[in-house]
């Protein structure tokens, strides 16, 4: 199988093997006009395999979710065939309009407009409370 290398864009790198596909609805990635190369499941010597997202175009990303589906992505900007830039991600203080609160009592739940803001609550567990009723985000 041949990946052509990219010229100007972003590899997402160290992804745990399966979540590829998570992230790749989380940043609505399909809705792009440019290529999107999903490998999975590649062998690699520090984490036995991963998943890795290549992207051909420059573009912003929401940092904080790409840290909360996997803290342990790297990732690499491309310019002109290069790495002008190397990101290590860690998990997110707050995490705002990713998950939706599952307590149907909570005020989000009512007040559609109000958004859907998560804290971290345990950083070892990766847990996250819901700001507005502290129900805890299911994953």
């Known amino acids: 199988m041949t990946i052509d290398s990219i010229k100007n864009g972003i590899v997402i ?3 745990t093997a399966g979540k590829a596909m998570e ?6 990635l399909g809705e792009l006009d440019c290529s999107v190369a999903i490998l999975k499941n590649v062998v690699s010597a520090q984490l036995g395999k991963k998943d890795i997202i290549k992207i051909d175009r420059e573009l912003d990303l929401d940092w904080d979710v790409i840290g909360y589906v996997d ?3 790297t990732v690499n900007i491309i310019k002109n065939g290069e790495r002008v830039e190397k990101r290590k991600l860690k998990l997110p203080e707050t995490i705002t309009g990713v998950i939706r609160c599952k307590n149907p009592r909570c005020i989000t739940s009512v007040e559609q407009e109000l958004p859907q803001v998560f804290k971290l609550t345990d950083r070892e567990k990766r847990v ?3 700001l ?7 994953r």
């Open 13 to 15: 790198d160290h992804i």
């Open 23 to 28: 992230l790749y609805g989380i940043l609505g």
């Open 132 to 138: 507005y009723c502290e129900t805890q985000a299911g």
């Open 71 to 73: 803290p342990n992505i």
């Open 128 to 130: 996250y409370r819901c």
